[in-house]
């Protein structure tokens, strides 16, 4: 499978391994993002990351991109044989009204109940292919096909933060207040990013989510549990 170098400035280099959403590509996405991590690359100051690309910054006063591809080179060879560590989350969501205000929309345009969206939103593990938009914000794969619906068309100026949304093939949390234009089915209590913690955000490419439908009494119990600082989602460590 051919790979692409792109500079990007001239303090990072990005390598493009195709151009689709893809759990193949984004894997190799990862295992690279691994590798580089696993073997300390001279002047890689940060690694982003994304669909089907991965983002290398570096420092140009240690290395330079033509160095950065012959390192980036040796490697491919061996990403196959990189383990990787990721972590299931179990996302506990509230399907509600009051949570849910595109439920019914979704419902109407996929000719489905609002019990059976919510049972295929609920029945699928999910892949966090990448973070990003929004600080925290997670691109989860692959959606049902009966759920896939465009975008909006007249995105929100305010999406309330913690909203579960579904969108083309993917479904996605907003971290935050924020506008968005992707259609709202619930909404989970749990915090999604913290700047002042040491990993700021919850989730990582490569993780794993299951959602969890939850009562509106739930919702409110959790909630306040994480205002207090008492709460993390239920998690495992697997090994891929």
Same mark, same amino acid.
């Given at each position: 499978?051919?790979?692409?170098?792109?500079?990007?400035?001239?303090?990072?280099?990005?390598?493009?391994?195709?151009?689709?959403?893809?759990?193949?590509?984004?894997?190799?996405?990862?295992?690279?993002?691994?590798?580089?991590?696993?073997?300390?690359?001279?002047?890689?100051?940060?690694?982003?990351?994304?669909?089907?690309?991965?983002?290398?910054?570096?420092?140009?006063?240690?290395?330079?991109?033509?160095?950065?591809?012959?390192?980036?080179?040796?490697?491919?060879?061996?990403?196959?044989?990189?383990?990787?560590?990721?972590?299931?989350?179990?996302?506990?969501?509230?399907?509600?009204?009051?949570?849910?205000?595109?439920?019914?929309?979704?419902?109407?345009?996929?000719?489905?109940?609002?019990?059976?969206?919510?049972?295929?939103?609920?029945?699928?593990?999910?892949?966090?292919?990448?973070?990003?938009?929004?600080?925290?914000?997670?691109?989860? =794969?692959?959606? !049902?096909?009966? %759920?896939?619906? +465009?975008?909006?068309?007249? #995105?929100? @100026?305010?999406? &309330? /933060?913690?909203? *579960?949304?579904?969108?083309?093939?993917?479904?996605?949390?907003?971290?935050?207040?924020?506008?968005?234009?992707?259609?709202?089915? =619930?909404?989970? !209590?749990?915090? %999604?990013?913290? +700047?002042?913690?040491?990993? #700021?955000? @919850?989730?990582? &490419? /490569?993780?794993? *989510?299951?959602?969890?439908?939850?009562?509106?009494?739930?919702?409110?119990?959790?909630?306040?549990?994480?205002?207090?600082?008492?709460?993390?989602?239920?998690?495992?460590?697997?090994?891929?």
């Amino acid at each position: 499978m051919s790979v692409r170098f792109l500079p990007s400035g001239d303090t990072a280099l990005v390598v493009e391994f195709g151009d689709r959403v893809d759990r193949e590509l984004n894997a190799r996405v990862l295992r690279l993002d691994a590798a580089l991590r696993e073997h300390a690359i001279s002047g890689v100051v940060e690694t982003v990351p994304t669909f089907r690309s991965l983002c290398i910054h570096y420092d140009p006063l240690q290395t330079g991109a033509a160095e950065l591809i012959g390192a980036v080179q040796s490697l491919l060879g061996q990403e196959s044989r990189v383990r990787r560590e990721a972590t299931l989350w179990r996302v506990p969501v509230c399907y509600e009204n009051q949570y849910a205000p595109d439920m019914a929309y979704v419902a109407e345009r996929t000719g489905l109940s609002a019990d059976r969206v919510i049972a295929l939103h609920c029945g699928t593990r999910y892949h966090v292919y990448m973070i990003g938009f929004l600080p925290g914000f997670p691109y989860l =794969g692959d959606l !049902p096909a009966e %759920l896939e619906l +465009a975008r909006r068309t007249d #995105p929100r @100026l305010k999406v &309330p /933060g913690g909203s *579960v949304a579904i969108a083309t093939s993917l479904t996605g949390i907003y971290p935050v207040e924020s506008p968005g234009g992707w259609h709202l089915i =619930g909404a989970t !209590p749990i915090r %999604l990013f913290d +700047a002042k913690q040491k990993t #700021p955000s @919850l989730f990582a &490419p /490569g993780d794993q *989510v299951i959602f969890c439908p939850i009562s509106r009494d739930d919702f409110n119990r959790v909630r306040s549990a994480v205002t207090a600082g008492g709460y993390r989602p239920q998690h495992g460590k697997l090994v891929l």
